[in-house]
């Protein structure tokens, strides 16, 4: 049902959310989630296991914003946080950054090869979130591990454990896509 606003005769939807994203002011739907609303006011927030078509994970922690709060800012993962009433998010602060950094550097600790040289040159969204949000260099110097390849996890998904980030995309995706 919707209501009429006296002083507007347009319809007032009361699904609608209005909350702001970096300082823009941005209208959503009732269970929408953060990342979901960033994407459709064009504000980017990285992330791994997200996916439109697919149930909400957060085991990436590569969304990571900060939503201002009763007791002020905290960080939450954006995929997994619904959007609500007059919530202020920000993307690009200085903690942001430094959280997205370091979950990249984490996430790559185990990775066989290094993005500069990688095979997928220009193919891989983990690349892409190297360079653009990224610390530029690792502090890890020591042996990668190194599994059999590939691993059958459905017809359709193949599990390359070296290259693995533990997202959990493949799986879900042969879990809910693949049925």
Do not use: W
Request: proline share 8%; hydrophobic share 35%.
């Amino acid at each position: 049902m919707t209501t009429v606003d006296p002083t507007n005769t347009a319809p007032v939807d009361p699904n609608a959310v209005s909350l702001t994203i970096n300082g823009k002011a941005v209208s959503a739907r009732k269970g929408d989630l953060i990342i979901a609303a960033a994407d459709k006011s064009n504000e980017f927030i990285p992330r791994f296991c997200y996916h439109p078509r697919m149930a909400p994970a957060g085991m990436c922690r590569q969304c990571l914003v900060e939503v201002e709060g009763p007791r002020g800012p905290m960080m939450v993962v954006s995929c997994m946080t619904p959007v609500a009433e007059g919530q202020v998010v920000r993307t690009e602060t200085e903690q942001v950054k430094k959280a997205q950094e370091g979950v990249l550097e984490l996430l790559l600790a185990n990775h066989p090869l290094d993005c500069p040289v990688c095979d997928k040159g220009g193919e891989c969204p983990l690349q892409d979130q190297a360079f653009s949000h990224g610390p530029g260099e690792s502090r890890y110097v020591e042996e990668k591990r190194h599994y059999e390849k590939p691993i059958p996890i459905s017809d359709n998904v193949f599990l390359d454990r070296e290259r693995c980030i533990l997202c959990d995309r493949c799986t879900r995706f042969a879990d809910e896509a693949t049925r």
